[in-house]
Nanobody, 121 residues
Framework: QVQLVESGGGSVQAGGSLRLSCAAS????????MGWYRQAPGKPRELVGL???????QYDDSVKGRFAFSRDDSNNTVYLQMNSLKPEDTAVYYC???????????????WGQGTQVTVSS
């Protein structure tokens, strides 16, 4: 079974930074890509972006230039560096393993428990 554990969330002021981690129980290189999603209160879960096994990244327009993905395959961990945070970034952030990158992007079968990010104005 695949287990994903997110960490690094918290409360910050607008303009601040956070780095989220997603630690996997299996070799993440075996997946074509790892994804990040977020869900704000009363809103549907939305794709933040993804990072492929080769390190290629894709970001939602709302976070381009502010968020950055990275990965450490030796530790089976992916990271989401968030800078210049805005109140609208407030959400629970989820890691996803096995996200499909061909055609329409679809989540993989494996999800973490989520970590809360709260940005105050």
């Amino acid at each position: 079974q695949v287990q994903l554990v997110e960490s690094g969330g918290g409360s910050v002021q607008a303009g601040g930074s956070l780095r989220l981690s997603c630690a996997a129980s299996v070799r993440i290189f075996s997946f074509n890509a790892m994804g990040w999603y977020r869900q704000a209160p009363g809103k549907p879960r939305e794709l933040v972006g993804l990072i492929t096994s080769r390190g290629r990244t894709q970001y939602d327009d709302s976070v381009k230039g502010r968020f950055a993905f990275s990965r450490d395959d030796s530790n089976n961990t992916v990271y989401l560096q968030m800078n210049s945070l805005k109140p609208e970034d407030t959400a629970v952030y989820y890691c996803n393993a096995g996200i499909q990158t061909t055609g329409v992007i679809r989540p993989g079968l494996y999800w973490g428990q989520g970590t809360q990010v709260t940005v105050s104005s």
